[in-house]
């Protein structure tokens, strides 16, 4: 199982950034995706959640109307939309996928975010 994030970044407050994290390595499309992050000093927390066919989706409170996960099943590739980030968005964000009837947890590298002016 292989996660390999992209995108990231610095960016000014009230600024857009696409993460991407293509996966590799077990059937896509029958699994949840997550998207979480780890700001410094704290623990990680699920930012995101869309389901295998990506008819639902979950969200934090604090990212609700600001952060949009997606995915493409035909490219193996799950996505987290920020827009509107503000500084408390800066973390490290990583992907994770479950498998095995959630007893395993896989992890993309993590991609830094850092939202400042």
């Known amino acids: 199982v292989q996660l390999v994030q992209s995108g990231g970044g610095l960016v000014q407050p009230g600024g857009s950034l696409r993460l991407s994290c293509a996966a590799s390595g077990f059937t896509f499309n029958r699994y949840d995706m997550s998207w979480y992050r780890q700001a410094p000093g704290k623990e990680r927390e699920l930012v995101a959640i869309i389901t295998s066919s990506g008819g639902s989706t979950n969200y934090e409170d604090s990212v609700k109307g600001r952060f949009t996960i997606s995915r493409d099943n035909a490219k193996n590739t799950v996505y987290l939309q920020m827009n509107s980030l503000k500084p408390e968005d800066t973390a490290v964000y990583y992907c994770?996928?479950?498998?095995?009837?959630?007893?395993?947890?896989?992890w993309g590298q993590g991609t830094q975010v850092t939202v400042s002016s």
């Open positions: 994770n996928v479950r498998l095995n009837y959630g007893r395993d947890d896989y």
